[in-house]
Structure formats: structure tokens, C-alpha cells
DNA sequence: TCCGGGATTGTCT
DNA sequence: GACAATCCCGGAC
């Protein structure tokens, strides 16, 4: 049901497009949460103007996009969290970012976590959604893994259509389209 | 210590 | 859709 990773040891882009529609897990002392992934984005390396490798170079705050993939890469950008999983070979910083969730349990404690009533208010956007779950850079160096109460399991949503655009907020994207999401879903960011 | 920038969010039109 | 508020981080002074 986990998934391992292997599924991550793929290009960026494949990555990205595969986990729209399976559904993220997280548990804490205050309850599960959960939610099916219906909007991520993928991340290259240094040829990447729009990636932390290219921009900051290899730090103490980049340095989780060189380790294994499968692991967890956190980082703050305008005060929010940003959630990324590693992807392709080692040592090749590419990573994919979550920005968006449909939520399916714990909405509850994401409404309390968020401050916020709306159910497309609680993860429509890459910092709503480490909000909503309880995700900060603890999780730096870390697997997605049952282990770590932070988990992706293969269950889908079942028939989606996946479309593609440019990623969103970068100052300069690079000419493939990196951003997937579900068509017409009400809990994409925009 | 100061200052500018960003993978954003919230609010208003 | 557009714009301002926000806030850590890193580089410069």
C-alpha cells in the first residue's frame, strides 16, 4: 500500500505526474490527517533557474535535494513551509513539489490548524497544505514512510485527467510545461 | 546589523 | 486577476 522507494527513483517530471491522485498520511498525538494529491510540481537541478540547487547552490539548507530519493526536502519560502520529495538518481538534486490536496480525513484538525471553515481553503497551496498537516523542516533528512507518520499510499482516486501548465510564482520556467493538476478540481491553488 | 528577494497567501475589485 | 502584507534567510556593509 506504501509507497517504497523505487517509485521515486524516476524522472522529476514522471514522478510528479504519477502521484496525482494518490493520497497523502500524516499522523500526530492530535489525530491522522489526509488527502488526495491533486496538484505538484517538478524541480530539476542546477540547469533549473526556478530550483534551490541553481539558485543557493549546494548549503546547509539545500543540502536534503542531494541525498537519496524518497527522502523528504523542506524549506521556507515567504514564511510558509514548502514540501518536496527527492526524485531521480542520487546526487542529483531534483525533487517534486506538493502544492495541493483534496482533503479526505482529519479536516476537523486541518480546519483548526488553518484558522479556516472552507474545506478548499485547508490545502489549496503549497503552504496551506504543510499547515494543514503539520509539516515543518523537522522533516529535512527524513523517508516518506510509515515510520516517520508522514506516508504516500498507492490508493487513487480512480479515473482522473491529468492536465499540464508552467509552474507557478517562478520569475523564469523553463519551456516544458512542470506543474500537473486534476482538470477542473475544486482544490487546485488557482 | 541592515536590506532585498522569493516554489505565498489573503483580500479586494 | 491584481496587489500588498509578510517573514525568514543570506549576502553586503
Known sequence: MVLGSIFYREDAAEVAEDLIGKLMIRETSSGITSGYIVETEAYYGEDDPASRAAQNGRTQLTEPMWSEPGNVFVYMVHGHWMLNVITGREEEPNAVLF?????????DLMKERREKDGLTDLCSGPGKLTQAMEIDDSFNG?????????????????????????????????????????????????
Do not use: C, H, M, W
Not at 502544492?99 to 479536516?107: D, E, Y
Open 142 to 190: 527524513e523517508e516518506f514512510s510509515e515510520r516517520d507518520k508522514l506516508y504516500i499510499e498507492k490508493n487513487d482516486l480512480g479515473e482522473i485527467d491529468v492536465e499540464r501548465s508552467g509552474r507557478i510564482g517562478v520569475t523564469e520556467d523553463l519551456q516544458e510545461p512542470l506543474r500537473f493538476f486534476i482538470e477542473g478540481n475544486e482544490f487546485v491553488s488557482r
Open 99 to 107: 502544492r495541493a490536496l483534496k482533503p479526505v480525513q482529519g479536516t
